[in-house]
């Protein structure tokens, strides 16, 4: 009889079922449990499943595949197929929801945060080696961030109304099974970030990466797991499919089992969640600008316009990417720019610059080093993230030491003014009223509504450019850092949901509004 490789798959799972059912279903307990596996035209011979202490061995099965999921990765979260990821999690999320309360949550989250901040030095080295942007100690501080100041349960709140017609509460319930985006600009820090809130909301959720911070975003995931098992708490609550591409995030968005679509990335994924039929939260694009007019305490401003700018190379979808300074003291606030450690670049400088951090779409007899408001221009994905010394190398300067911002004198329409950069070189523009910065700065926003700075002991000027630029995030007189809760009040985010208006995000986003009655008839005394 010529047997498949599915014939002997049942085969084996039969065995193993009365094996587990002789055992009492004890696999975790007892020190190794044999099994058996197919080799391809071998027939059948058996292996060692390595003892696992807290959580049984276990095999996930989707409805279209009948694939053992027994593998080390996969076991802890990092999946080939995204239908199996979206299985395992969907299955996690209904036993979560059913014996788990929110004390369990707690306990879960705090396992998590415990991890995180562990192996936060190694969560941001291997980030830091992957994707080659940004600042491995920033990203430290990014990994403490998110795992210290993400809000878990407390953020749910219940609201109860009661009466002579009886008692109503409003709860946040889950949404169930969510399918997540993450940038990489911020990889691992979203995931868990984004996987504390959603968990503290009773759900679970599969991430799907930006591919090229998927090994970084898999020990993050791996490491999650670990230790929301170790914490008593089910497994796969947290997956991810370990090649990311646009299709598995098309499966994502259209399985019938993901309820909720979240996305932090640029304009087009947030279009792409947008699309698709199903409640989407999206956290865009942001090009922060900062006004700084006469009555600011100039050195202060210095100091945190280069805190927020510098911050991680400016990757930050936070960071100040743009300054409008009024004339009369923008010679001084340069100067304590340039006291604090920032570089000027000449204009020279600026264009030599130019000529390899951006590139030129569109008009090739326009071409040449000089800027011309004819061309249009995108950023250099080579050159995103990098240090100021490495642009400073570049054109043949040798970098002061410790230089981490480069600064330039440039016009309003300057591509560095209206390109979101994501690099260390912060232009800034003279305007001549509070009237023109305000209406400038508006405009290279470009209605995104994410973030804006001003440094100004003017109530009143505060006032105007926040109610003209209506941004999610408004930070007066300090970095833009203080707006995710580093140095600030209040908690921290990894996705600002500008465009679909949730704010910053935590647990309670994350959840639907469930209204439960006790009317009149719940009091009647009958008899
Ligand atoms: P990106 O848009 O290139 O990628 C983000 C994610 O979306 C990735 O996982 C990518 O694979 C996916 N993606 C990209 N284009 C897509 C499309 N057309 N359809 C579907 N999916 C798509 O962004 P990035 O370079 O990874 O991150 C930087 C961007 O993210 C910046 O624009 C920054 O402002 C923004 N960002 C926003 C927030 C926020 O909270 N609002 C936070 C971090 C980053």
């Known amino acids: 009889m010529n047997m498949t490789e599915k014939d002997i798959e049942k085969i084996v799972q039969s065995v193993l079922h009365n094996v587990e059912s002789a055992l009492g279903k004890s696999a975790s307990a007892s020190p190794s449990v044999s099994a058996v596996s197919v080799a391809s035209g071998e027939g059948i011979k058996p292996v060692q499943f390595k003892q696992v202490p807290v959580f049984q061995q276990e095999t996930v099965k989707s409805p279209n595949r009948n694939r053992n999921l027994g593998g080390a990765e996969e076991k802890w979260g990092v999946f080939n197929h995204m239908e199996d990821a979206i299985e395992a999690s969907y299955r996690a999320q209904m036993e979560f929801v059913k014996h788990f309360q929110l004390k369990d949550r707690e306990k879960i989250i705090t396992a998590i945060r415990e991890a995180v901040l562990r192996e936060k030095e190694v969560l941001a080295r291997k980030v830091y080696e992957e994707t080659k942007i940004g600042r491995y100690e920033d990203k430290v501080a990014k990994h403490e961030l998110a795992a210290l100041k993400t809000p878990g349960t407390e953020d749910l709140k219940t609201e109860a109304f009661s009466g002579d017609n009886g008692l109503t509460i409003v709860e946040r319930a889950p949404y169930g099974l969510i399918g997540a985006v993450t940038p990489v600009t911020n990889p691992t820090e979203t995931i868990i970030n984004n996987a504390i809130g959603m968990l503290a909301a009773g759900n679970a959720v599969v991430f799907n990466v930006h591919p090229s911070s998927k090994r970084s975003c898999a020990y993050a995931v791996q490491l999650i797991n670990k230790a929301i098992t170790e914490a008593g708490g089910p497994h796969h609550l947290v997956t991810m499919v370990k090649e990311p591409t646009l299709d598995t995030l098309q499966t994502l968005i259209d399985s019938p089992k993901v309820k909720l679509l979240v996305g932090t990335g640029g304009p087009g994924l947030v279009q792409t969640l947008l699309k698709s039929g199903k409640k989407a939260i999206g956290a865009g694009a942001g090009n922060p600008p900062v006004i700084v007019d006469d009555t600011a305490d100039l050195e202060h401003a210095a100091r945190s316009i280069i805190e927020g700018a510098a911050f991680d190379n400016n990757l930050l979808c936070i960071a100040e990417k743009e300054v409008f300074v009024l004339e009369s003291v923008a010679d001084d606030l340069i100067f304590h720019m340039l006291n604090h450690g920032a570089y000027m670049l000449g204009q020279h400088e600026v264009e030599q610059v130019m000529a390899f951090a951006l590139e030129e779409q569109g008009n090739e007899q326009n071409r040449g080093c000089g800027f011309n408001p004819q061309r249009h221009y ?121 465009p679909t208006g949730e704010g910053v995000t935590s647990a309670k986003t994350f959840t639907r509004e469930r209204r439960c009655v006790l009317a009149e008839g719940g009091f009647r005394i009958i008899g």
Not at 392 to 421: A, R
Not at 476 to 493: D, F, I, P, Q, R
């Open 378 to 498: 995108q950023v250099s994905k080579d050159w995103i993230g990098q240090d100021a010394r490495l642009f400073l190398e570049h054109i043949g300067v040798q970098p002061p030491t410790e230089v981490k911002l480069l600064i330039c004198d440039v016009e309003f329409d300057h591509p560095f003014v209206q390109l979101e950069q994501m690099m260390p070189v912060l232009p800034i523009v003279r305007v001549k009223t509070l009237d023109e910065a305000i209406e400038k700065a508006v405009m290279a926003e470009h209605g995104n509504r994410h973030t804006a700075i001003m440094h100004s002991k003017n109530v009143d000027h505060l006032t105007k450019f926040a109610r003209a630029i209506q941004t999610t995030l408004f930070v007066k007189n300090a970095s833009s850092l203080a707006g995710v809760g580093y140095g600030g009040e209040g908690h921290t985010t990894m996705t600002i949901a500008g």
